[in-house]
């Protein structure tokens, strides 16, 4: 079946806009969680979402913002975008909150010049 | 607070063992996973441990201790691929907290 697909691959935006990425979960799974890795900080928790509900959210601004529709396919978006918001966003997606094991997508690569 | 701590780094040599440690303080526990990820790629799952002991799989085998917030992950008759990023992570309540993982170069 098919994996974790993320959308874009790579992106490059400027200082001050907005970036909305896509994460279309492995079919029949519904928990859906988001992360940003930097070489520095490693993998930090963004978000989770199950069944549409945010189930949890890290420690990050209000800047950053998610949410999942009915088919369990989730967004995170990101408004007035920072030089230190360059990072690989991952998402991950297990059929329920409470499974053993996360799949991961390849990731957004994203810039900010 | 919570806080998971693992070497930066590490090299061994082919052929040889490795064992790569963490410990972890966090508030809820659900379990203790080990992701493997390689540069410029997604983690992939390794290993998975709820209760003490050692879980064996292959050439990898991860052990736990939850009284000791203490684990590691030990790889056997290294190869060359197994050069990666080992990511440590605790499953806590609606979340996962990474380390900021360990980069094991295996050597000719």
């Known amino acids: 079946k098919a994996g974790v697909t993320q959308t874009p691959r790579y992106l490059i935006k400027t200082r001050g806009q907005q970036v909305t990425l896509s994460c279309s979960p492995i079919s029949g799974h519904r928990s859906v969680s988001w992360y940003q890795q930097t070489p520095g900080q490693g993998l930090q928790f963004l978000f989770e979402?199950?069944?549409?509900?945010?189930?949890n959210k890290g420690n990050f601004p209000g800047r950053f913002s998610g949410r999942q529709f009915s088919n369990s396919r989730s967004e995170m978006n990101v408004s007035t975008l920072e030089l230190g918001d360059s990072a690989l966003y991952l998402c991950?997606?297990?059929?329920?909150?409470?499974?053993?094991?996360?799949?991961f997508g390849q990731g957004t690569r994203l810039t900010v010049v | 607070g919570q806080n998971i701590d693992q070497p930066t780094e590490m090299t061994a040599t082919e052929g040889a063992i490795v064992q790569i440690n963490c410990t972890y303080q966090t508030s809820g526990f659900n379990g203790l996973f080990w992701y493997q990820q390689h540069a410029g790629e997604a983690p992939t799952f390794l290993s998975y441990n709820v209760l003490d002991g050692l879980e064996e799989k292959g050439r990898f085998s991860s052990f736990l201790s939850r009284s000791k917030g203490y684990s590691y992950l030990l790889l056997k008759e290294l190869q060359m691929k197994d050069s990666a990023s080992y990511l440590c992570?605790?499953?806590?309540?609606?979340?996962?907290?990474f380390g900021t993982g360990t980069r094991l170069k295996v050597l000719a």
């Open positions: 991950a997606s297990s059929f329920r909150e409470t499974d053993t094991e996360a799949f």
């Open positions: 979402y199950f069944s549409e509900t945010q189930r």
């Open positions: 992570a605790v499953r806590a309540t609606y979340k996962y907290i």
